[in-house]
């Protein structure tokens, strides 16, 4: 899929873990001695709930990552300036100033910079 893509490790890390968490907390209320019919469903649904929560959050994060890259390549495309920015550095980005697009990257001499990380400027012809 597509979207996954653009869907962040730290998101992934997350998911997983409210899924592990949300499945141990299961069995561990599942199997307790305990014959509390309340706790056990309570469980469930805690874990239901949240690892639909943890599911959505991944594709909603990755859905407005991919419609940035789509919107920010169609900016440049378009002769657009835009900014970007990698790491520390910001640059002013066009292809005016000589800038060509491979994919999702821009690239110019030695710089390469992801669509992912780049805005409209406030700088424009």
């Known amino acids: 899929m597509e979207v996954l893509d653009y869907t962040s490790s730290g998101i ?3 998911a997983g873990l409210v899924i592990f968490g949300s499945i141990f907390i ?12 309340k706790n056990e469903i309570g469980a469930r649904i805690w874990a239901l709930i949240s690892s639909v929560f943890a599911i959505s959050a991944m594709f909603i994060e990755g859905n407005y990552n991919h419609s940035t890259v789509l919107e920010n390549k169609q900016m440049f495309d378009g002769g657009t300036y835009i900014e970007c920015g990698s790491g520390f550095n910001h640059y002013l980005v066009s292809k005016d100033r000589g800038w060509q697009r ?20 406030k700088v424009q012809k």
């Open 26 to 37: 299961t069995i561990l209320e599942i199997g307790s001695n305990e014959k509390n019919n």
């Open 12 to 14: 992934f890390f997350i």
């Open 102 to 121: 491979r994919g999702e990257f821009l690239i110019k001499d030695d710089f390469i910079v992801n669509t992912l990380n780049c805005s409209v400027s």
